[in-house]
């Protein structure tokens, strides 16, 4: 198991980018599934996510070329309709390939997804979508796979019961070459959603938002190929924002713009935090001592959940009592026992809501008494060193900027969780002055 060891401390300076979105690469190979032509794809992550979906799309028959963040994908034809369960295991979003293989094939043979185990992450609502739209959908439990079927699928409307990323994404690829107008009600409303519209809508889809959360598609015959090149990952921007501010230091960020993260900007301004925006990036720099900031996640345009976790650390840092209520995921405070044992004071605690099936995102059965949706912190905490192991993606990050901004040397083992949506993580810390070394099991 590869391992970081950082010695904290030490204020980050300097200037650094960010890779393209995550949450856009993975899907764009699934968009690119959808028509037999060369899909260009700029500026792409090398994470291992990525190159799990790259694997996924190369035994279906799929040819992709790799060269400088570029990726060009072709399928002239599916080879076989299933995704191994073996890779599949790895990450979540293999479950979206019901799509294309459905449309091109009109046979579907899906693992259950892994990925980060955060809470149930059910997919019942992208199943009951595709069902509606003529596809027969069934689990087996005794081979873990969807077993899906369709001769043709066909347009309808159908309101998704509550938010999903997933689940709209998914849709939207299935409608745009179904037969007839597909509306989707409460759809999500996530940038990168609209960036995956973008593409398919240059692919030749015809795609629109009738309202901030309706989304129709009138679907094609064929769809094309193109040049797509992906927006900066929102969640690597507030990552090293926070890494600016926990280790009192001062970054800029080349290539990137406010907007899609006003809610976290509105936060920081609060909290005291210095950002500063010009012509070629934003500046994250500390400024003075950081006040209590209470947070709330939600879908877009609210507080990403994904924040969380690096806003919990902020937060250690922050002059008085701070509480952070996670609604979008039932299970997602794993890291705070890691905050704990690096000198965090904290208290996990389930907060009185009027209403839980409509303040909760995840499906109330998920639910269980041992799981916390809450948590408050009490700051200014002098953090030290510890040694850790990463639960998830966004947690593992967050226990990289404790690690930062505490005194002493830590050790970070489960790394590979961090490189699933991270692009050579350290190097750009390194860069910025960090002190942090990657080992790996061949340095042992």
Request: charged letters at 25%; glycine letters at 8%.
């Amino acid at each position: 198991m590869d391992k970081f060891v950082i010695k904290g401390g030490k204020p980050l300076h300097g200037e650094t980018n960010v890779s393209g979105a995550k949450n856009v690469a993975l899907k764009a190979l699934i968009a690119a599934c959808l028509t037999d032509e060369e899909v260009i794809i700029n500026n792409i992550p090398f994470i291992s996510d990525f190159m799990t979906m790259v694997d996924i799309i190369r035994d279906l028959g799929g040819n992709i070329n790799l060269d400088n963040h570029t990726a060009r994908i072709q399928i002239k034809k599916f080879k076989k309709n299933e995704i191994s369960l073996d890779v599949a295991a790895r990450i979540r979003t293999s479950s979206m390939f019901l799509a294309p293989l459905l449309v091109r094939t009109g046979e579907a043979i899906v693992p259950n997804p892994g990925g980060c185990r955060l809470g149930a992450r059910p997919i019942d609502r992208i199943i009951e979508g595709l069902n509606k739209m003529g596809a027969h959908i069934v689990y087996r439990s005794e081979d873990g796979y969807f077993h899906a079927k369709s001769q043709s699928l066909h347009g309808t409307t159908y309101r998704f019961k509550k938010n999903t990323h997933t689940g709209t994404e998914t849709l939207i690829i299935a409608a745009v070459l179904a037969e007839g107008k597909t509306i989707l009600e409460n759809a999500a409303a996530e940038p990168e959603i609209d960036e995956l519209i973008d593409l398919l809508n240059n692919m030749g889809a015809k795609i629109k938002r009738t309202g901030s959360r309706t989304i129709e598609i009138n679907g094609v015959e064929k769809l094309h190929g193109t040049t797509h090149t992906i927006c900066p990952d929102r969640n690597e921007i507030i990552t090293m924002a926070i890494a600016a501010f926990v280790t009192k230091g001062d970054i800029f960020i080349k290539d990137i713009e406010s907007n899609h993260i006003n809610e976290f900007l509105e936060k920081v301004q609060d909290a005291g935090g210095g950002f500063e925006e010009k012509d070629q990036g934003v500046r994250f720099f500390y400024k003075q001592p950081f006040r209590a900031v209470d947070v709330v996640t939600s879908f877009y345009p609210g507080f990403m959940t994904d924040w969380q976790a690096p806003w919990a650390v902020l937060m250690t840092q922050a002059n008085g009592i701070s509480v952070i209520h996670e609604t979008v995921f039932e299970d997602k405070f794993g890291y705070i026992s890691d905050l704990k044992k690096m000198g965090a004071n904290t208290r996990l605690f389930n907060p009185l809501v009027d209403d839980p099936e409509k303040v909760y995102n995840f499906n109330r059965a998920d639910d269980h008494p041992d799981y916390f949706h809450a948590v408050k912190i009490k700051g200014p905490t002098k953090l030290h060193n510890a040694v850790s192991t990463m639960v998830d993606l966004r947690a593992g990050a967050a226990i990289v900027l404790a690690a930062l901004a505490a005194k002493g040397t830590s050790t970070i083992f489960g790394i590979e969780k961090l490189d699933r949506g991270y692009e050579s993580f350290e190097k750009r810390l390194l860069s910025l002055g960090a002190n942090i070394k990657r080992v790996t099991v061949s340095d042992l």
